[in-house]
């Protein structure tokens, strides 16, 4: 999982209610991603961002939103408007953009 | 419909055997990579092979690429239990900066 951190492990969600995933990185990256991973699919991209301030919708950024106002953070919040959110989130970091990305350990996000 | 996709969708072998999976996509590309998720965990990077190059080796992996045919494959010698987990291909758009993966193979490596 190298440098980058996510947290927490299990997210819990109450219908209406706005949950905000941390994602963490000590490696000195630009770029950091988030992706939604569904069972048994591949990762779908939300966000990312190829420097500190700056940030970009994926594919299926709509119900989330993100910020990146230092380098080593990129915390991503799921709104309401998500409203099929339960699935697997994964943050990663790049050198730069187009680079080998590195994954953290993914937070699981489980509607009540 | 997805830039990248992976055949075959799942794969059981004997420990000791080769596994091979391939991976298809559709527009050009400035580079090609491959990932391992075991189970319920982040993905780890295996290898980067970009346009320009054609077979690349790592320990006991090799991947070959042909951008003739859109397609790349990895090739994991002498596999072991510890290989079982689900192999991810992940492909650029040129000049786009996002990454497309596919759903993966989910390789079974049976002692």
């Known amino acids: 999982d190298g440098g980058i951190t996510q947290s927490p492990k299990y997210l819990f969600r109450k219908e209406g209610q706005n949950v905000t995933l941390s994602c963490e990185q000590n490696l000195n990256h630009d770029a950091m991603y988030w992706y939604r991973q569904d069972p048994g699919q591949g990762l779908r991209l939300i966000y990312y961002?190829?420097?500190?301030?700056?940030?970009q919708k994926g594919d299926i950024a709509e119900g989330y939103s993100v910020s990146r106002e230092k380098k080593e953070s990129f915390p991503l919040t799921v709104t309401s408007a998500q409203k099929n959110p339960t699935a697997f989130y994964l943050c990663a970091s790049s050198r730069q953009i187009q680079e080998t990305q590195y994954f953290g350990p993914g937070t699981r996000l489980l509607v009540l | 419909s997805q830039q990248g996709e992976e055949d075959p969708q799942a794969l059981s072998i004997q420990e000791g055997e080769n596994a091979t999976m391939n991976c298809s996509y559709k527009?050009?590309?400035?580079?090609l990579q491959w990932y391992r998720q075991n189970s319920g965990r982040g993905l780890v990077h295996l290898i980067l092979i970009r346009s320009n190059e054609r077979e690349k080796h790592s320990g006991r992996l090799r991947v070959t690429l042909d951008t003739s045919k859109k397609s790349s494959s990895l090739l994991i010698t002498a596999s072991r239990a510890a290989d079982t987990a689900s192999y991810f291909c992940a492909t650029d758009l040129y000049n786009f900066n996002k990454f497309y993966f596919g759903s993966g193979t989910k390789l079974n490596v049976k002692p």
């Open positions: 527009t050009s590309i400035n580079n």
């Open positions: 961002s190829q420097i500190v301030n700056d940030f």
